[in-house]
T-cell receptor
Framework: DAGITQSPRYKITETGRQVTLMCHQT?????MFWYRQDLGHGLRLIYYSAAADITDKGEVPDGYVVSRSKTENFPLTLESATRSQTSVYFCASDPGDGTQYFGPGTRLLVL | AQSVAQPEDQVNVAEGNPLTVKCTYS??????LFWYVQYPNRGLQFLLK??????LVKGSYGFEAEFNKSQTSFHLKKPSALVSDSALYFCAVRDFVSGGYNKLIFGAGTRLAVHP
């Protein structure tokens, strides 16, 4: 009964490298979301998805790519990491009633 | 535009005293309102929500929230605070304007500090 998991939990990378953050949920929720959390900015929506193969941009999508080939997975890829992408990343899912359930987060440091 | 505001960056309260964390909203139509809590180094946890019905909503860990349509507020309350309630609290409103994607608009967060 894992719910929603994220991996890795911590990641250090260098500028210019590609990084993929994984998100997996066991509930078969239709909706999934990626947020970043930074001091002074609160939670900002990066991308979201209403179902498999349906994704759309959120508030801060530049430099990120998502895919959703399966309902349970929603990976987030930083194509060429920059220092400004140092942040804590949260994945969330929603069964359809508007309530979002969050994963534990991935702390990313870009050197 | 739909929005939610948390006017206090931090709330300090003594253990055993009642606590209130404030939230006001601006939406077109009927609001769907949520409260989440975030403990250090953890993800956000759902506390409670208001969709319709009774204006007083009860949630997890003894928290409740009062929906006030005339004041466009949805304040989070607890009758007796615990030190373990110290955390970051987020108010959120469902974004209906952007289509059927169930997005939430989050407030900036209020840090609750409960002192022994």
């Amino acid at each position: 009964d894992a719910g929603i998991t994220q991996s890795p939990r911590y990641k250090i990378t260098e500028t210019g490298r590609q990084v993929t953050l994984m998100c997996h949920q066991t509930w078969s929720h239709s909706y999934m979301f990626w947020y970043r959390q930074d001091l002074g900015h609160g939670l900002r929506l990066i991308y979201y998805s209403a179902a498999a193969d349906i994704t759309d941009k959120g508030e801060v999508p530049d430099g990120y790519v998502v895919s959703r080939s399966k309902t349970e997975n929603f990976p987030l890829t930083l194509e060429s990491a920059t220092r400004s992408q140092t942040s804590v990343y949260f994945c969330a899912s929603d069964p359809g009633d508007g309530t979002q359930y969050f994963g534990p987060g991935t702390r990313l440091l870009v050197l | 535009a739909q929005s939610v505001a948390q006017p206090e960056d931090q709330v300090n309260v003594a253990e055993g005293n009642p606590l209130t964390v404030k939230c006001t909203y601006s939406v077109s139509g009927n609001p769907y309102l949520f409260w989440y809590v975030q403990y250090p180094n953890r993800g956000l946890q759902f506390l409670l929500k208001y969709i319709t019905g009774d204006n007083l909503v009860k949630g997890s860990y003894g928290f409740e929230a009062e929906f006030n349509k005339s004041q466009t507020s949805f304040h989070l309350k607890k009758p007796s605070a615990l030190v373990s309630d110290s955390a970051l609290y987020f108010c959120a409103v469902r974004d209906f304007v952007s289509g059927g994607y169930n997005k939430l608009i989050f407030g900036a967060g209020t840090r609750l500090a409960v002192h022994p």
